[in-house]
């Protein structure tokens, strides 16, 4: 006769289950056990592949053909190293940015495409990789699969010490280089940027010229050589010709002024931001405050990127936001120049792709600037633009500015005209 206890000892205390059974080794040492046991099947495949690709490439270094051999074997190196970090990142827990792209994808002609790829750093990094990485992943071997039954207890710290050297092999050989990899990534874009607006403003100059300014000058030359044939025989017609050609003058040198304050202002070389700025204000359909706390001016060129980002914003509140009143405040925080423009206007300012919105924030963008944007539908909006310090003999500070010349600039309000 089977006694109580035990019928219902597979229960455990009378009433209560069983707890789950549960894995004597947590879910990371499995993680980490699998790694170590299949580098060695990988690591084996990815160096046949680098080893039949280098030794075809340098035996036929000799003919043209080795050169495309080793840098298309250099972007197969870099699809290993992208297989890898994904392993690390799923297995190992380690956190490894992806590195940029080849650059060799953006170069025009076939020998300048060549050459920067057998320059890829990325490429050669992960081919080295793989020739480290396969003596350790076959130590390892040797080492795991006989601790699974040799070494069960002590699994979890062997595990995570071999584990930890393959993760310095993934951050040494398989992370971007460091910051100097990205920061050139992004100065090639910054300079397409830069290349493509001055390309735009040049272009904006030649069509203004030709449509403006040039065209009355030539159609001022046909009237005055008019006046000229008509000055004998009806002196006051030709008077009254050149009345009108010197009306057509005055709007000629009145166009020139502001494609000229389009380039580059007069007042803002000769006085600074705050003259620069109130000019601006006055053309704004709104009522325009400044307030600008700067001690000393910034270069040249920090200036006029302050003073062109202000003058479209304030284009912007005048076209489309019916506010009622504006604000720009500029000042120095550290090594950044800071400029926000507030209006009471109607909000639903968004930088969409091929806006000026959008169009301002890559140029900012392309001089290490940055463009905020807070403007809620009803409003208010305020659009902050934040731009390097550089003093205007060129150097570029970190800390506060600190006691120079008297402030030439102050807080106005400016109605507009």
Request: aromatic fraction near 6%.
């Amino acid at each position: 006769m089977i006694s109580r206890d035990t019928r219902e000892g597979s229960r455990g205390r009378v009433g209560e289950p069983l707890p789950p059974p549960r894995s004597p080794l947590p879910a990371a040492t499995w993680r980490e056990c699998a790694y170590l046991l299949s580098s060695w099947l990988l690591g084996l495949v990815a160096f046949a592949y680098v080893l039949v690709w280098f030794g075809a490439g340098v035996l036929l270094s000799v003919t043209l053909v080795g050169v495309p051999v080793l840098a298309f074997g250099l972007l197969g190196c870099r699809l290993i190293g992208r297989l890898e970090r994904a392993r690390a990142r799923a297995l190992l827990a380690v956190e490894v940015d992806e590195p940029s792209p080849a650059r060799a994808l953006r170069r025009p002609g076939l020998l300048s495409w060549l050459w920067a790829l057998l320059r890829d750093p990325v490429g050669w990094r992960s081919a080295l990789f793989v020739v480290v990485r396969l003596p350790w992943a076959l130590v390892t071997l040797a080492i795991t699969l006989p601790a699974f039954f040799v070494a069960w207890p002590v699994l979890p710290w062997l595990a995570r010490g071999l584990s930890q050297v393959d993760r310095a092999l993934v951050r040494v050989l398989l992370s971007p280089s460091d910051e100097l990899e990205r920061r050139i990534a992004d100065l090639e874009s910054d300079r397409m940027v830069v290349t493509d607006t001055a390309s735009a403003d040049l272009r904006r100059i030649e069509r203004d010229l030709h449509d403006g300014a040039q065209a009355r000058l030539v159609a001022l030359a046909m009237d005055l050589g008019l006046a000229k044939e008509k000055l004998t025989q009806d002196p006051e017609t030709a008077a009254r010709m050149v009345d009108e050609a010197h009306g057509e003058v005055k709007l000629a040198l009145q166009e020139l002024r502001d494609l000229a304050r389009g380039i580059h202002p007069a007042v803002l070389t000769d006085r600074g931001l705050g003259p620069a700025l109130s000019s601006v204000a006055t053309r704004c359909t709104v009522p325009v405050t400044i307030d600008i706390d700067l001690t000393t001016r910034p270069a040249p060129a920090i200036e006029g990127i302050a003073y062109f980002t202000t003058s479209e914003l304030l284009q912007n509140i005048s076209k489309h936001s019916h506010a009622h009143h504006a604000t720009i405040d500029i000042w120095r925080t550290h090594h950044r120049l800071m400029l926000q423009v507030t209006d009471d206007g109607q909000g639903g300012a968004t930088p969409t792709p091929g806006s000026g919105l959008a169009g301002l924030a890559e140029r900012l963008t392309a001089v290490d600037g940055l463009l905020a944007i807070d403007s809620p539908h009803g409003g208010p909006t305020t659009i902050t633009a934040e731009l390097p310090w550089r003093d205007r003999d060129g150097n570029r500070h970190e800390g506060r500015p600190g006691p120079a010349a008297p402030p030439s600039e102050g807080s106005e309000e400016v109605n507009p005209r």
